[in-house]
């Protein structure tokens, strides 16, 4: 085959290649232009997590407004300490509460940021104060029992 | 029990060999690398073999690809309609494609499309002698023929690979949201939120990269190697075709394990 037709078939190849990857990477990826934007980390601790994972969205009135960073057991306070990497365009006051949610009945987990009313804002490093963890279904199963086995008895008292 | 310890030597036996042919290859991989100088400085040389390895296994590839796609959107969607949650379609599609079958069938098709030809070409010079003729002109073999057809091998894969993913998912789309009826923007929104550009997508390359180089490996290597005869020639082919196929999978196994539980 002539040269020049071979290396431009083999240009068409390397450009459809080319393009398959920014279609992977835009279209498909959650990768967009603006990818490693600013952010800044906030720490929260909490008593159970549940399965939230690393990158795991972190949202506030249901916008995505960051990712978890980073998450690893805090050994003095014997809790979860959860660094979270908040978009540097989005500002929380001091006050804001986190709390961790599931999306639908299967779905994953998420942070959930409540803003509060205080006037100063979030900085890097701060730490997220009021806090919620997860909820565990088995504990709440067990609470319920617990209770309805105690009315019960209770009403057989009142039977007496 | 002479049967028996006879049958264990015969283990033992068939088990260095593989570990001495591994390690030819790996010895080969490493005298083509040192003769790879000549592939970059005439890149025309390269450039040819990228038109024989990639452009032409494109047909097989895109088509292949457009078909695994449009499977995974009708099984998909039959599964997840039991949960209410067709709308994952796209992540299903998406994540089994980008991590697992674009690399893994692009490099099963390449092997035995693009392999299987690298083989036959190198070994039927070897049996009509025009390696040697190459010698007798004191142009090294190893850098003028072998050389440029690794390096074809390894750059067209990973773009095989990219167009293998890029095409099943076009075909997802087709099957589930222009036949099915699922919602178009959930499709693209779940696909998006889940699938993530470092973790499945740059993974998904560096797997095919490192499959291209296992399969262009062993390709000039069963070619090089190849007894001179039509017998000799036939039966590297089959074995380029056979043993690139189980290292595929065996380095998809261990890269994926890597991969799931990070590099560190």
């Known amino acids: ?160 | 029990m002479v049967n028996l310890v006879s049958g264990i030597k015969v283990v033992g036996d068939r088990t260095l060999k593989i570990i001495e042919r591994i390690g030819a290859v790996a010895a080969f991989l490493f005298s083509i690398l040192l003769h790879s100088k000549v592939s970059f400085k005439r890149f025309s040389l390269t450039i040819r073999e990228v038109y024989y390895a990639g452009v032409q296994s494109l047909i097989i590839i895109l088509v292949s690809g457009l078909f695994v796609g449009m499977v995974l959107g009708l099984q998909g969607h039959e599964t997840l309609q039991r949960y209410g949650s067709e709308d994952s379609v796209g992540v299903l599609v998406a994540l089994s494609l980008v991590r697992e079958l674009g690399p893994v069938v692009s490099a099963l098709l390449f092997a035995s499309r693009a392999g299987s030809a690298i083989t036959a070409e190198i070994g039927l010079m070897k049996a009509t002698e025009q390696l040697s003729a190459m010698e007798m002109m004191a142009v090294n073999p190893m850098s003028r023929v072998v050389a440029p057809r690794f390096w074809g091998g390894v750059i067209s894969l990973p773009l095989l690979a990219l167009l293998f993913s890029a095409m099943g998912i076009i075909g997802g789309y087709l099957i589930a949201v222009v036949l099915i009826g699922v919602d178009s923007g959930s499709f693209w929104s779940q696909m998006q939120s889940a699938v993530d550009f470092e973790h499945d997508i740059v993974n998904g390359v560096i797997k095919s990269v490192v499959f291209g180089v296992a399969i262009s490996a062993i390709a000039t290597f069963e070619g090089y190697e190849a007894p001179p005869t039509a017998e000799g020639v036939s039966g590297a082919t089959t074995r380029t075709v056979v043993s690139s196929s189980l290292a595929v999978l065996a380095l998809d196994l261990v890269l994926t394990a890597f991969m799931l539980k990070g590099w560190n």
């Open chain 1, 1 to 160: 085959m002539e040269r020049s037709t071979l290396n431009l078939w083999v240009g068409i190849f390397v450009l459809l290649g080319f393009f398959s990857f920014l279609m992977l990477a835009f279209k498909v990826g959650n990768l967009n232009l603006s990818g490693n934007k600013d952010t800044y980390i906030v720490i929260a601790h909490f008593d159970n997590i549940g399965q939230l994972k690393e990158r795991a969205p972190v949202r506030s009135a249901g916008v995505l407004v960051g990712r978890v960073k980073a998450i690893q057991f805090d050994s003095k306070q014997y809790n979860a300490e959860v660094k979270i990497a908040i978009d540097s365009q989005f500002h929380f006051p001091v006050d804001t509460s986190a709390s961790i949610l599931t999306s639908g009945i299967l779905g994953e987990q998420y942070v959930s940021l409540d803003a509060g009313g205080d006037e100063k804002y979030l900085k890097n490093g701060d730490q997220i104060k009021l806090v919620q963890g997860a909820v565990v279904l088995e504990k709440l199963i067990g609470q319920f029992l617990y209770n309805k086995a105690q009315d019960s008895s209770t009403d057989k008292g009142a039977a007496k």
